[in-house]
């Protein structure tokens, strides 16, 4: 079984709508983020969280919120979706230590 | 902040080719460089982690190193095959930052 899985891995979804992305791991690490893939633009950092009472703004949080349910699960919701938030999400991880870090699948997500 | 650059973005290359992809970063106290692999519209695999005391690190095929004087990471393939064919980004921590900094990445064709 995969470490960090990402549900749903495709989702299209009309604008305004609410949306929620979900990521869970079985690492046993402490931190988790949220990044977005745009062609051209590179992975951009939405969120992150150290442990489960601690929530982090990224570099491009507007639009965006998170919640951390448990030491494993870490949500991303966008609340009314927009066109210019179609892009690919990854979920990552990592420990405290190393700080290797571990990605998800992904989301594929479509906002029409 | 922490930069990182890769250079070139795109490179096609015959089968059997040794090869070396690069990534530049401005803080020398950098903490940890991280490879990755991306196949299209796929998750990030992590090769090699460097760790700031270490100078290279070693997984079968691929060799990283690490300058810090000169702030420049360098991902070795050898023996290149059509199956390393893929997006090969890099990720380095700054050492005031628990957050890595992703390039945009280098996108290798390996042909038959």
């Known amino acids: 079984d995969a470490d960090v899985t990402q549900t749903p891995r495709n989702r299209i979804t009309k604008t305004g709508k609410r949306i929620m992305l979900e990521c869970s791991q079985t690492?046993?690490?402490?931190?988790m983020y949220w990044y977005r893939q745009d062609p051209g633009l590179g992975l951009r950092l939405i969120y992150y969280?150290?442990?489960?009472?601690?929530?982090n703004k990224g570099e491009i949080s507007d639009g965006y919120s998170v919640s951390r349910q448990a030491q494993a699960k870490f949500s991303l919701s966008l609340e009314s979706a927009i066109p210019n938030q179609t892009a690919l999400y990854f979920c990552?991880?990592?420990?405290?230590?190393?700080?290797?870090?571990?990605f998800g699948p992904g989301t594929r997500l479509t906002v029409t | 902040k922490q930069e990182v650059t890769q250079i070139p973005a795109a490179l096609s290359v015959p089968e059997g080719e040794n090869l070396v992809l690069n990534c530049s970063f401005t803080?020398?106290?950098?903490?940890?460089l991280q490879w990755f692999r991306q196949d299209p519209g796929k998750g990030l695999t992590s090769l090699l982690l460097?760790?700031?005391?270490?100078r290279e690190q070693t997984s079968g095929r691929l060799n990283a190193s690490l300058d810090k004087s000169s702030g420049r990471s360098t991902l070795y393939i050898a023996a290149s095959q059509p199956g390393d064919s893929a997006t090969y980004l890099c990720a380095g921590r700054g050492g005031g930052s628990y957050i890595p900094t992703f390039g945009r990445g280098t996108s290798l064709i390996v042909h038959p």
């Open positions: 803080d020398s106290a950098i903490y940890n």
């Open positions: 460097i760790q700031s005391s270490q």
């Open positions: 690492k046993g690490h402490d931190r």
């Open positions: 990552a991880t990592s420990d405290y230590s190393e700080s290797e870090q571990y």
């Open positions: 969280s150290f442990d489960v009472k601690d929530i």
